[in-house]
Each structure stands twice: as structure tokens, then as C-alpha cells.
């Protein structure tokens, strides 16, 4: 443990190897994701959404135009992704592992959207009735940080390049 603010031990410890395949194993098999955005007067908002990564491992979504936090994103591109692992288990859903996440967005440039419209429908078929609707667009959201809680005393602080892909050999 570190001296985290206020000189009070930081219970989260720098990722190691194990920590860091862990954090990329979640965010890449994740498929909705909670996403913090702040409204338009600053305050906190969240929303579940759909979320699948790129070739890169960088977090995507498909988002509607309509959608308050895409108003959101377009004004301050800050916000933060929440995953968790979903897989049935007993007991609380604290004792599973999850990610969060500190995040820029970005609109997926359009020239860039069809190739992933592709993807995304192979990933999940049954959005392709939202892939089709004008106002959906891809967000990629580009992590600065994280925390990944992996369980009991296993609490890990994560830099953009711990949640980067390992270089493809």
C-alpha cells in the first residue's frame, strides 16, 4: 500500500502482470458497461450501455444522438465506464470482479463507422435494428486510469498503458 491524499494509506496497489491481464480480460469481454457523464448544470449522470472494444482494446459504444449523456459527451468529453463481471456466482455482487474506468470520449470518425457497424453486429447480432438508425453513432473512449477491485485485498491502480493491448507477437 501507498500514502494516498490526506496521508491515509491507498488500499489500491500498482498493477502487475496479473492485474493487468485481468483488467484486459474484463474490458474485453464486457458487452454494457455503466457510463458516468455531467449533465449540462455539472452534476453526475449515469446510463447503462452497450459496449464492445476495438482491435486496439479501446472501449466503444453505440450510442443515440437523442440520448442525454451523448449531449453530455459532446459538451465535456470526461466520463467514467463501470464493468463488472456478470458471470453468476453466490453471494454479493461486491465480491465480483470490477473495473472502473477514466475516460475521454470521442465521435468515431464516420469514415471509420462502417468497418465497425461489421464488427459490432458479429459481436451482437441483435443490435443491428440500432446500427441502422441515423442518429446511433460509435463513441470510442480512450481510458487515462483505472481501478480494478479483483476481490478481497486485490484493489489495483491502472495506468492508460496497463490497460493498453499487449503489442500482437
Known sequence: MTEGPG???DPHRAADAEARAAARALLGAARDAVLA???AE?????SRIALQTDAAGTPLALLSGLALHSAALSRDPRAALLLTDDAPTKGSALTRPRLSLQVEAALVPPADEAALRTLWR?????AAVYLGLPDFRFWRFTPR????NAGFGAAFRLTAADLAAPPAE
Open 37 to 39: 457523464v455531467l449533465d
Open 122 to 126: 458479429a459481436r451482437d447480432p441483435k
Open 7 to 9: 496521508h491515509r494509506p
Open 42 to 46: 455539472g452534476w453526475p449522470m449515469t
Open 145 to 148: 486510469a483505472g481501478l480494478l
